[in-house]
């Protein structure tokens, strides 16, 4: 299915948040998750079910100062 990832489309095939994450290599406990606007808790995203050109965002903290 196509998702719009951080603002980029992508051809993507998991069904839940939480395998887009493994999916694309995000790991940790400091990610913020988004769907279409929507904040989806970490203990929410493995029964977060995606569809279709969902809006997804993810955030993970920088360094720096």
Known sequence: MTLIV???KQEITAAT?????????YEGEWLATAVNGELV????RAAFTLG???RVEILSP???G
Request: charged fraction near 35%.
């Open 6 to 8: 951080n603002g980029e």
């Open 17 to 25: 948040l939480a395998d887009l994450l493994s999916a694309l290599d």
């Open 41 to 44: 808790h970490r203990e929410d």
């Open 52 to 54: 279709e050109s969902d």
């Open 62 to 64: 920088m360094q720096g």
